[in-house]
């Protein structure tokens, strides 16, 4: 079983009529989905509005396979992002976040011994006072021996202190054994440039990687996937073609789909993960990648179903 922790909120998305239709979203919620879709046991961990949204962001976490019974219900309002795509299909995003439910999770105490992993990131990491239930979860669940993974995925406009935030993020690297970040987001990270070339980044990473994650797993838009492997060797894997429509929920398509493979591949282990070979890990990156190509070409995180990538 794979538990993913975090979000679930609505993104306002632009039509081409010119208005904004709402679309279940959330980075954790968009993961749990897509291990789901993919055919692996998941559940997922949240706090969820009794509100419409909330009703839809439950029945879409059944139909996509994912299990809800971490999932607490609140009376408070889902959290919105209203979502802005530039020419390519990138999205910028403004939120409304103020007394959601999602930021309102408790501490659930000890997961199922049948947990084998734990997936966290993006506005849940930030958010308090559920931040610190999930970061308890993560310590908590990488000293019991699970394969913990990390996807940042960074908002700047919701991190009020830039350099306090970098520190909770080195703090916790200990505790991560997959830490999956895209290469915009690294250069925050770092506090490197916007236009640092990827050499930096890589420097990075492997500077993170000694901090504790097994792997670090770079997503480079465009240019496809890469992986600073347990043994030090980078393994870069071209991105497959698709007619993009937006690239919302591409990233936690990979995220997904990595520890579906993982889940496949029995190596849901910090120890497992660690010792895959070059051939593994262009196997288990061609796989995500061409999952978040199916994702980027349909609006909105659609991420595919197991006989959608069966089919490629």
């Known amino acids: ?43 997922f961990l949240s706090r969820v509005s009794r509100d419409l949204f909330g009703d839809r ?5 059944t139909a996509s396979g994912a299990a809800t019974d971490l999932v607490t219900r609140g009376p408070e309002p889902t959290t919105l992002a209203v979502v802005g795509l530039a020419d390519d ?16 999770v408790a501490d659930p105490g000890p997961l199922p011994s049948d947990v084998r992993a734990v997936s966290f990131g993006t506005l849940s990491m ?3 006072p559920g931040a610190s239930a999930y970061e308890a979860v993560l310590r908590r669940e990488s000293a019991r021996g699970a394969l913990t993974a990390l996807d940042p995925n960074i908002r700047a406009s919701l991190i009020p202190d830039a350099d306090a935030y970098r520190a909770r993020f080195r703090s916790w690297l200990p505790d991560v054994g997959l830490l999956k970040v895209s290469v915009e987001d690294a250069r925050w990270l770092a506090d490197l440039p916007e236009d640092a070339p990827e050499d930096d980044v890589l420097a990075a990473a492997r500077q993170w990687q000694s901090e504790g994650p097994a792997v670090v797993v770079l ?10 492997t347990g043994s030090g060797e980078v393994i870069h894997v071209p991105p497959v073609a698709v007619q993009v429509v937006d690239t919302i929920g591409a990233g936690d398509t990979v995220q997904g789909a990595l520890l579906a493979w993982l889940h496949d591949h029995d190596a849901l282990s910090a120890e497992a ?18 999952a978040a190509a199916i994702t980027c070409s349909r ?6 179903f197991k006989r959608e990538l069966e089919m490629t």
């Open 273 to 290: 993960v660690r010792g895959l070979d070059g051939a593994s890990w262009i196997r288990a990156l061609s796989y995500a990648g061409a």
């Open 1 to 43: 079983m794979i538990v993913v922790a975090g979000e679930a909120l609505v993104d306002l998305v632009p039509t081409s009529e010119g208005n904004l239709a709402p679309r279940l979203g959330g980075g954790p919620f968009n993961v749990a989905v897509a291990v789901g879709r993919l055919g692996v046991p998941v559940s």
């Open 89 to 104: 299909g990138s999205a910028r995003y403004t939120f409304y976040v103020e007394g959601t439910a999602d930021r309102l």
């Open 126 to 128: 930030v958010l308090e």
């Open 57 to 61: 962001v439950v029945e879409r976490l």
């Open 299 to 304: 609006a909105g995180a659609e991420p595919p």
């Open 219 to 228: 997503t480079r838009g465009g240019d496809g996937l890469a992986v600073l």
